[in-house]
């Protein structure tokens, strides 16, 4: 199935410039036709596939440009800085966002384990990765294109809507990063079980041992997982998600000393310092820049 068709498919669909929902569940189509510099977001459990044009996105320290070679996952929550530097209205970013359902996607990972001979299992000391990327094989392009085709009829997508999400979680968990999303939502899924509990209690104050003994680990061992899934120690991560959370709900027009507690900092000027430390500018600063932006974008 050549990926054509399935740019063909986002082409049609999309007359101008953003993101749209579709009615598959956890689908949306995106088409940005203007730069974006790197700001900060939180990925969430997703699939990216990029059929034209290229994005950036800087996370553990180092920057990494993704295109229409390979798909991008996200196994579990994580803070980024993500933009569409060299996109224009001749090179725009056309794809499709798959946000995952994580019920389901367990469900898939589980039966996979129990139909698995003892030589296929996935051992203990494998570790997820946060993000990574996959080869656009055959089966994951022939599922997402099925996938795409059900929304023209409302009978095929309420009927066939499930069992056509499934075939398109299988295709990923058999893909390059099938290992990382079993052990994800698998048997020994601990580390993205610590961060959805981080990601529930922002607001208060959590510890390497609060995370470490939510998924009965030693603090040691706890430390090492995490820093080979996310890139970061538990600490760094912390904080990223906290001040990446922030600087959204900042760019979106909320008050600083709100956003700063809305993520659990009660010393504005702690904050402000780290705030200013991660992005270069103070919170206000950071306000200033993104009205700046969209005030120019309007023009």
Partial sequence: MNKKLIEHIIDKKITTNGMIETRIQGLQLFKITEPIQCAPAVYQPSITAIVRGGKEAIWGGNKHRYDNSKYICCTMSMPIETGTPETS???????????????????????????????????????????????????????????????????????????????????????????????????????????????????????????????????????????????????????????????????GGANVNVAAMDVG?????????EFKRMYGLSPKQWAKSKERIERSALS
């Fill in 89 to 251: 209205l001749e090179n725009p970013l056309l794809g499709a966002y798959i946000s995952l359902d994580s019920r389901l996607m367990t469900e898939v990972a589980l039966e996979m384990e129990s139909n698995r001979g003892s030589s296929q299992k996935i051992t203990s000391a494998a570790s997820p990765q946060g993000v990574t990327t996959a080869i656009w094989d055959e089966s994951f392009t022939d599922a997402l294109y099925r996938l795409l085709l059900l929304e023209e009829h409302s009978m095929d997508l309420a009927i066939l809507g499930k069992s056509r999400l499934r075939e398109l979680y299988y295709a990923i968990l058999t893909g390059e990063a099938g290992n990382s999303f079993t052990r994800a939502f698998g048997i020994g899924n601990e580390i993205a079980r610590s961060i959805k509990f981080l990601s529930s209690h922002l607001t208060e104050t959590i510890t390497i041992d609060d995370l470490a003994d939510e998924v009965g680990m030693s603090r040691a061992v706890f430390h090492r997982k995490f820093k080979q899934a996310t890139n970061m120690s538990p600490i760094q991560f912390v904080k990223s998600m906290r001040l990446n959370h922030a600087a959204m709900n900042i760019a």
């Fill in 265 to 273: 900092y009660i010393s504005s000027s702690q904050f402000s310092r």
